[in-house]
């Protein structure tokens, strides 16, 4: 059979890694791929988010699963194209897909379904005035959100009042957030500690993967702007038995139970993020409609049932007829990105090491790119991920460091603190 892997960051490496693992030997093309695809996938030059070129492959080359790594054709609809075209996918429809796509259809869902998250209220445009309002009398801090898709840029978590009377300025009126900011969901500050967890559905059965933690700032110490993803590890201890229950019985039942209800059944993979209090008690922060990054570099390497057989289940809708096994151990991903990263960053910087690293651990390439010589250079704001395993998180983190270590190129950034809230708590 022939899959069709769609995107080119470190997820998507992970996706075609974790796809030629299984005893089917799939055929695999990844559709723009990266240098790191290319060792195991036919990399296609058809972008992410041309929904037409995407379908034409598929239809041409004869694919018979389709696995959609980020958000933005998802959100506008790929899905129910190759649906619409007899092409098995893995990913929700343009309406289930809301769920990520809009922050204020994702809060109406949850309080239609009695899913608990931050209290919040939406405003539009021309609702500046009554938004100001709303701003003013609220306890602080305040977290504003641009509706729409804003590639993790869309939120401000205000400490005053006038950060968040400018913040909402600029999205209801200044247009800094484009069209994603025509609406603006303003909510309570959640404090506790994140992690996601992962729904693998039909729309009916569904299976839950281990949690992971995510490390969202660029610094040490969760310091510094927001970036798309530091690091990662799985399982996160936040997360317990009992904490995991809960969030089975109050968020994923329910959400499932009530797109389906209301004729938007969610199929493919849902991210839920959770802001977890002292207490154990689970708020959702958000929803993605995919796979997180680079929280699948540790999550899929961690499956011992074969990848294919599950993602088939989720297009062909036999998920609750489906098992997933998943290893004993830890696993635990080091971002390395490019000098100025989460901003603009030069690219074409030559990167060495990367087969010594891969002695210690898994390389997932994602802003890389092959110079005219034939070497990687990097390419974007995230570089490489690299992934190591170990019996214990402790291992995990010592071999993705040590292959870390071994990766070179001209201002290579890294946070050394990946995993160390899982440590501490598994210490106590
Ligand atoms: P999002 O784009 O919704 O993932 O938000 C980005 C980040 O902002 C989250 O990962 C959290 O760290 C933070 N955040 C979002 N909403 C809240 C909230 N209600 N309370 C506290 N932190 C939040
Ligand atoms: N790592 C966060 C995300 O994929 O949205």
Known sequence: MTVLVVGSGGREHALVVALSRSPRRPTLLCAPGNPGTAEAAENVAVAADDLDGLVALA???GVGLVIVGPEVPLVAGLADRLTEAGIPVVGPSKAAARLEGSKAFAKDAMARFGVPTASSRTFGLGELDEARAYVDGHPLPVVLKADGLAAGKGVVVAETHEVARDALADMLDGGAFGVAGSTVVVEAFLSGEEASVFVLTDGEGYVLLPAAQDHKRIGDGDTGPNTGGMGAYAPAPVVTPAVLARVEAEVVRPMLDGMRREGQPYRGILYVGLMI??????????????????EAQVLLPLLTSDPLELFEAIAHGRVGQTTVEVADGAAACVVLASEGYPGPSTPGRLISGLNRAAAHATVYHAGTARSPEGNVVTSGGRVLGITGLGDTLEQALAAAYAGADEVQFAGKTLRRDIGQKGLRRLDS
């Open 277 to 294: 209090d002292a207490q154990g008690t689970p708020s959702v922060i958000e929803f993605n409609c995919r796979f997180g990054d680079p």
């Open 59 to 61: 239809t041409d080359r």
